[in-house]
Every structure is written in C-alpha cells, then in structure tokens.
C-alpha cells in the first residue's frame, strides 16, 4: 500500500519550520513532523496517518548533538539513537537512558530514528517514555509564542499524544546523570529481539544504612502511556532488601496497573503477570548496581 497524497516541505532553519506549522495550524491543515520517520513512514505507508502535509526536520543540523551540562546531558532532538547508544558521555553517566536505547528496534533503526521522534511519537511501548518518566526529564519544545520547558511527567497524555501544541517542535530533552551509589535497571519482554515491548520496566535504587532509601519504578507497555507505580516503591521504601521483598513489589506492581492493554500479542491478564515478572527483576538488577552511602 502506498501513502495517500501530501505536501512536503524541508524547512532550513527552526524558525521557518515553526512559520511553517503554525501557518497550517491556522488554516486548519493537517502537519505531520518527520524526524527520521522510523515510525512514521510505516504509518502512512498503511494509512493509518494520512496528514495533509509532511514537514521534514533532517536539514536541522543544529538540532544534532549530545552535550554534557555538568550535572545534565542534553540531547538535541535530531541527534539519532546510534549516536546515543554510542556515546560514551550517555553510556557512562546515564545508564539506564543507554540501556533503555539498545532495547530500541535494531541497530538500523536506531541509526535512522532520531531521539526526538521517538519521544515525540510517544508509543506507550516505547522505551524512551519510561526512561525519561524515571529520571524526572525536561522537554524543550519551541513554537510561535518561543519556548518551554515540558516535565516528562506531563510530555506524555496518552496513546501516541503528547502536550506538544501541533505549531511546536520538540528541540531538546535534559537527563540528570546518575546519581553515586544509584542501581539501575532496564529490562522488557518481547516475542522477539527489537520487537516491540510486551511488558517493561525501569527502575532506580539507592540504599543507605542497608535499607532502600529510594525507589522509582516505571513500566511500559502496559498502558496508553509509561506508568510509574508509586505502591510497589513505597512497599520497598525503607525495607531490607531481599528476593522475597522484590515478589511482593512485583505482584503489588502488577496489582497497581489499571486496565492493562490487550491485543493479539498478549491478553491483559499476560501483560498484568509480565509486570510482577520485570518489576521484581528490575529491582533485583538495580540492587546488584547500587553502592551504600
């Protein structure tokens, strides 16, 4: 099947691709962004995405960089996943946003999908989302009024929807590095190796005085967006550590997930079991990284 008819533009600056956009926004025509297309092009190869226009973001080379802050990692929005995954500044002073990028597709995808598009596009498989929902990361998005800064907990709305207005550009995302100390986690299930996530999980631990003395814990394709679970982290919350306290976590976890998501890869009640099974493990890992303060 073929795309359906559209109009394409290849802005070569920021300021015109947002002159661009808010000019269809106001005359009520139908833009979609192009940011490596890895997801979109499928769509509107099936129809599934039929815009009106197609605004291609590839000439914005400005847009293309990963910058160490001091305390912060800034990614511009154009940067692709290869160049993510093999960064050394991401690998070793943010893990789990490394970890979470070779989980994406395979190496091919992730050398033409860009950073941006995926968070973006939002899938409520994708693992960008639960990574940055875990590391509490900022957005900057600029349109016609300038710009702003988005908190990961409020980027994502639903399925594929995020709080992008449709005359803004998502230009940059901001991670802290990982704490001293800090575990990690990164961990999914798929049918197959760079299919999408049946069911994942991220996770960060911190200890002190041999007890847990921080927990997030944030899963994914469960739900229409990555959700973080606040009942299985405070059940851990100042607890000795131990597989038994992990099981627990996970199955409160599981019981925390409303409405889990069915479909013809795995039934709601699966997908609900898949995340006691990644939650407890998750912890389990992230303990195994963490060092007592």
């Not at 490394?98 to 994708?126: C, E, K, Y």
């Not at 996970?250 to 709601?268: I, N, Q, R």
């Amino acid at each position: 099947m073929k795309p359906a008819p559209f109009e394409y533009y290849a802005p070569e600056t920021l300021q015109e691709a947002i002159a661009l956009l808010a000019g269809f926004e106001e005359d009520g025509v139908e833009a979609k962004i192009l940011a490596g297309g890895q997801s979109l092009m499928p769509m509107l190869s099936i129809r599934v995405a039929r815009p009106d226009v197609l605004v291609d973001l590839r000439k914005l080379r400005l847009l293309d960089y990963i910058r160490d802050d001091g305390e912060t990692i800034a990614i511009g929005a154009m940067a692709t996943k290869r160049a993510a995954e093999d960064s050394s500044l991401v690998r070793e002073r943010q893990p789990l946003f490394h970890a979470a990028t070779l989980n994406i597709g395979h190496r091919q995808i992730r050398s033409q999908g860009t950073v941006g598009g995926s968070f973006a596009h939002a899938d409520p498989a994708a693992e960008y989302p639960a990574a940055a929902i875990a590391l509490d990361m900022r957005m900057k998005a600029v349109g016609p009024q300038g710009e702003r800064t988005i908190d990961a907990r409020d980027f994502f709305v639903t399925y594929l929807t995020t709080d992008l207005a449709s005359s803004e550009i998502l230009t940059e995302v901001c991670m802290p590095v990982l704490a001293a100390g800090t575990g990690w986690s990164f961990r999914e299930v798929s049918r197959r190796k760079g299919d999408f996530a049946l069911a994942g999980a991220a996770v960060l631990l911190s200890l002190a005085g041999g007890r847990i003395a921080g927990v997030r814990i944030v899963v994914f394709g469960v739900n229409a967006t990555a959700v973080r679970l606040p009942s299985a982290e405070q059940l851990v919350l100042g607890q000795a550590p131990d597989d038994a306290l992990f099981r627990e976590a996970g199955l409160a976890g599981a019981a925390e997930v409303e409405e889990p998501l069915a479909d013809v890869h795995a039934s709601a009640d699966f997908r609900r079991h898949l995340v006691s099974v990644v939650v407890a493990r998750g912890l389990a890992e992230a303990l195994s990284r963490a060092r007592p303060s």
